[in-house]
């Protein structure tokens, strides 16, 4: 493991000028170039600061470090304290400018490290620098968000079963969290989306007191978490033998527009954009443009939402070995929303879906 | 509920001028002024923007949210649509004035702005303007409080007497994780701290695979959830018949530092830093002072750490309704650590611990 730090910090500093730093404020950029973990991430427990001759993992000294002989551990996070560490390496290494990463450091932040150097150049660097060999992942980090996938494909599998008339979606993701480590997950990535009924038209719907009835729609939208890499799924299904037509003619169309956006991943280069395209085009034929309000999914790892963005405005290539999300979806409000999803692992021939298990 | 949030909002227009606005950018602020809640911080739901004449919620429409008559809502949340939301505001209203709040606002936030608004003054807002009422809990948040506490307090007295020999602390964690909605928790709010041993000697310990063995110390911190309000509470304990002379010697200094805190809160009036002081006094009298490596305590309610902060340098006057906690620690670098913490009440003439149930 020595050395795959190493070789992340390595690679980024490639991308960076002998009097040029970079600051890492992401939680986990910082975890995939340090191995530092985040207790409480929106508290700023570590930073990263890079530069051609160091990297400096600047902690609270609350938290587990390593004990990498490639990282300088600088203890004291807060901005005066991180103002001040960046101060000496600066010093020390003659740097001109730093690169931040404007996307998730804060202004108060910045205003500490300005504060020290008025004559010091402060820009943003484009984070494409930061995570752009984050998005292919390692064999050892396919191998997480595998078994992260797995535990959540039998999550789902298994819940299905124990869904009855009359269960809330409040009692039902307390069943799914006691499922969670009997299939080898440590956590959940992300709140477990619950929605029956119309409550599915929203999809970011939370788990309450509603009850399920029969002949109902079901969504369920989860990721556990498996050494800190993460899982996406969703399913919608009817609870009952009877569907409405209109179910059965949305599934039919989220489900093709799933499968034609799955298919376009054989094309040896294709950009993101092109694949929500690919599903967001076979919606709009059937007239459901306005229904599918999100995009055709994400990459995933050590965040649930991470680069690239399957969005009709991103123009990044899609790589081997990248692991993102397919869930194309169509919102009816006041009567159902439909999502279909499966985190899939991009191959040079296509893709394998790694939550199918059904 | 209607007039919690209406009466929230209007406390904070108090403080602020005809012309001016404020942008909140804290989830949890933004949650205890509109009643919005999050499914993932990190991502930027919502943000709220307040003025004397309307509030508006500026949210990605994925996720629930209210129906207050006072209140805007408005759809989209990205940086970009942000600063649209707010120019029509400014517009509309004539203000001269953005405040922000420069702990939590991206700086790639306040860009899109900046941008937008090449001659209005954006100025940093003290964020005690924001949170200062946020502190004093009303007492539909003390209640809620009070069970979240209810709830930790059993779970641990209820793992005390689940460990063996030769657990380790992972397993303890999914033991816990287990006991969380038995005693009425919506989940956690924090990840537990197990540290067995020389662990204990990290604050922030996170459960590995490290055994349990006999005669040796065992921490375990945690906080449980209930309708968003958190608990904190740790406990340190000798596992064996066996205690250290150096543990008891340890425990018996932090539980009087802990004691010495919670008497002082019967003074009628008392600032965050006398309170740290009467921790920190008794520690360093018994030549500790560099092994309590942390402040005396911390408020908590919809976030686990808000302010008031009781830490040595926060001038900031205790007050009634007030939840805290006291927690002072010593630790003991390849030895152990040793933490005793309650939630507690602030009341008129005293404290009352909620997590007190040993």
């Given at each position: 493991?020595?050395?795959?730090?190493?070789?992340?910090?390595?690679?980024?500093?490639?991308?960076?000028?002998?009097?040029?730093?970079?600051?890492?404020?992401?939680?986990?950029?910082?975890?995939?170039?340090?191995?530092?973990?985040?207790?409480?991430?929106?508290?700023?427990?570590?930073?990263?600061?890079?530069?051609?001759?160091?990297?400096?993992?600047?902690?609270?000294?609350?938290?587990?470090?390593?004990?990498?002989?490639f990282?300088?551990y600088?203890?004291?996070?807060?901005?005066?304290?991180?103002?001040?560490?960046?101060?000496?390496?600066?010093?020390?290494?003659?740097?001109?400018?730093?690169?931040i990463?404007?996307?998730?450091?804060?202004v108060?932040?910045?205003n500490?490290?300005?504060?020290k150097?008025t004559?010091?150049?402060?820009n943003?660097?484009?984070?494409a620098?930061?995570?752009?060999?984050?998005?292919i992942?390692?064999?050892?980090?396919?191998e997480?968000?595998?078994?992260?996938?797995?535990?959540?494909?039998?999550?789902?599998?298994?819940?299905?079963?124990?869904?009855?008339?009359?269960i809330?979606e409040?009692e039902?993701?307390?069943?799914?969290?006691?499922?969670?480590?009997?299939?080898?997950?440590?956590?959940?990535a992300?709140?477990t989306?619950?929605?029956?009924?119309?409550?599915?038209?929203l999809?970011?719907?939370?788990?309450?007191?509603?009850?399920?009835?029969?002949?109902?729609a079901?969504?369920?939208?989860?990721?556990?978490?498996?050494?800190?890499?993460?899982?996406?799924?969703t399913?919608?299904f009817?609870f009952?033998?009877?569907?409405?037509?209109?179910f059965?003619?949305?599934?039919?169309?989220?489900?093709?527009?799933?499968?034609?956006?799955?298919?376009k991943?054989?094309k040896?280069?294709?950009?993101?954009?092109?694949?929500?395209?690919?599903a967001?085009?076979?919606?709009?034929?059937?007239?459901?443009?306005?229904?599918?309000?999100?995009?055709?999914?994400?990459?995933?790892?050590?965040?649930?939402?991470?680069?690239?963005?399957?969005?009709?405005s991103?123009?990044?290539?899609?790589?081997?070995?990248?692991?993102?999300?397919?869930?194309p979806?169509?919102?009816?409000?006041?009567?159902?929303?439909?999502r279909?999803?499966?985190?899939?692992?991009?191959?040079?021939?296509?893709?394998?879906?790694?939550?199918?298990q059904?």
């Open positions: 493991m020595n050395n795959t730090f190493q070789n992340r910090i390595n690679k980024l500093r490639e991308r960076i000028e002998n009097n040029q730093s970079l600051l890492l404020s992401s939680s986990s950029d910082i975890t995939y170039y340090t191995d530092f973990n985040f207790l409480l991430p929106e508290e700023r427990e570590a930073f990263a600061f890079i530069t051609k001759n160091s990297a400096s993992l600047i902690h609270t000294s609350f938290s587990p470090i390593g004990d990498y002989p990282i300088d600088l203890k004291g996070s807060y901005p005066n304290q991180l103002a001040n560490h960046i101060e000496k390496i600066i010093d020390k290494e003659k740097i001109e400018e730093i690169l990463d404007a996307e998730t450091l804060f108060a932040e910045l500490a490290i300005k504060e150097f004559d010091l150049k402060v943003n660097c484009d984070t620098i930061i995570q752009n060999f984050r998005n992942k390692e064999p050892v980090e396919i997480q968000i595998k078994k992260a996938c797995i535990a959540t494909a039998l999550v789902i599998e298994e819940i299905k079963n124990e869904l009855f008339e009359g809330t409040y039902t993701k307390i069943k799914i969290d006691k499922l969670i480590e009997k299939h080898g997950a440590d956590g959940l992300f709140p989306i619950i929605a029956f009924g119309s409550n599915s038209a999809p970011h719907h939370q788990p309450n007191d509603k009850k399920l009835e029969n002949n109902m079901v969504l369920i939208d989860m990721g556990t978490k498996v050494s800190g890499y993460c899982s996406d799924m399913r919608t009817w009952g033998n009877n569907p409405s037509k209109k059965l003619e949305i599934e039919k169309i989220v489900r093709a527009a799933y499968q034609a956006t799955f298919e991943l054989k040896p280069t294709i950009k993101a954009k092109d694949l929500d395209n690919a967001r085009a076979l919606i709009s034929n059937k007239g459901y443009a306005e229904k599918f309000v999100h995009t055709t999914g994400h990459g995933l790892g050590l965040s649930i939402h991470e680069q690239p963005s399957i969005s009709w991103n123009v990044a290539e899609i790589y081997p070995n990248m692991t993102i999300t397919i869930e979806g169509i919102y009816l409000e006041n009567e159902f929303g439909y279909y999803e499966n985190t899939v692992l991009v191959t040079e021939d296509g893709a394998v879906e790694l939550t199918l059904d």
